[in-house]
């Protein structure tokens, strides 16, 4: 039991140990800053261009609300369809209804809401082909 614990302690203090409150999302795209990070994964995958797609997210620590957005920066626009986004519970976010609709650099930019009312934004690259 108690060599079961030290395990478990030492998971934890390792880099990545983020995975251990992202169960479901070990080795998927992820994105930190400041203590935060948001791990995704989407269905189907890879993700289709112009067509729609699903990203599940989780994001650690849990906060208090997430919205997401996709953009191209060279080109200056976003998508043409917002996302709908469910919360099915503690930390793990469903986004449906997105569509990458060329090819190219894409950038996923989550805005993380914190327990203290501020907002993060976290972004992840996305080569859409
Ligand atoms: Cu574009």
């Known amino acids: 039991m108690i060599r079961c614990l030290l395990a478990v302690a030492l998971v934890a203090l390792l880099p990545g140990a983020a995975w251990a409150c992202l169960p479901g999302f070990e080795g998927t795209k992820q994105s930190r800053s400041n203590g935060i990070t948001v791990a995704y994964k989407s269905q189907p995958a890879p993700i289709p261009v112009g067509q729609p ?7 650690c620590p849990a906060p208090r609300a997430l919205e997401l957005d996709a953009h191209m920066p060279a080109h200056r626009h976003g998508m043409n369809y917002r996302p709908s986004i469910t919360n099915p519970s503690p930390g793990l976010y469903r986004a449906e209804g997105l569509v990458l609709h060329m090819p190219g650099e894409w950038e996923f930019v989550f805005e993380v809401g914190l327990p203290s009312g501020a907002r993060q934004r976290l972004t992840s690259p996305h080569l859409a082909q």
């Open 53 to 59: 797609f699903v990203l599940e997210i989780a994001v």
